[in-house]
């Protein structure tokens, strides 16, 4: 039987309580920016859980990394270890089978979401700790690689995050 978004959305806080980290249930912010979002908690310091009204059958997870501007002079594309970070994070985010999205704010590249959702159908607590721990641990791997390939790169947004930096279950 197809669940409500409301019934998603209780089962969905449930399992996030289960976790201990700190959220916020931003729905009612969130509406009176945009009608094409039933409802959205912000948990951590960087990851969205929502589900989208033009989307009846499942629920998003979403990891996003913003870079300070000292480290987006690093992220363009004349750049040859900016471009083999690219093929890398391409590959692991196929390999684990997550999205990636690069923010562009102008000109710049202002960070990188990291996204994965759980259909309707199968939403427990399982296949959603299971999902958010494969996004956080892609995300946690994404800012490795961008260490590893630009010296200089800080990415200080992320690295104590306990959303990214914990396991779901422990």
Request: glycine content about 4%.
């Amino acid at each position: 039987m197809a669940k409500t978004p409301q019934e998603m959305k209780n089962l969905v806080e449930e399992f996030i309580k289960v976790t201990k980290i700190n959220y916020e249930d931003q729905t009612e912010k969130i509406k009176e920016k945009s009608k094409i979002i039933d409802w959205q908690f912000h948990v951590g310091s960087n990851v969205i859980v929502s589900k989208n009204a033009n989307r009846e059958d499942r629920v998003h997870i979403n990891v996003n990394m913003r870079f300070p501007s000292q480290d987006s002079k690093l992220l363009v594309m004349k750049n040859p270890s900016f471009s083999k970070a690219i093929m890398e994070i391409s590959e692991i985010c196929t390999t684990c089978g997550v999205g990636h999205q690069w923010i562009k704010a102008g000109e710049d590249i202002a960070g990188l979401a990291i996204f994965s959702h759980v259909d309707e159908q199968s939403l427990d607590r399982i296949s959603f700790h299971s999902a958010w721990d494969n996004v956080a641990r892609v995300s946690g791997h994404v800012q490795k690689i961008l260490r590893s390939n630009l010296s200089g790169f800080s990415a200080q947004n992320n690295t104590t995050d306990a959303t990214i930096d914990k396991s779901m279950y422990g």
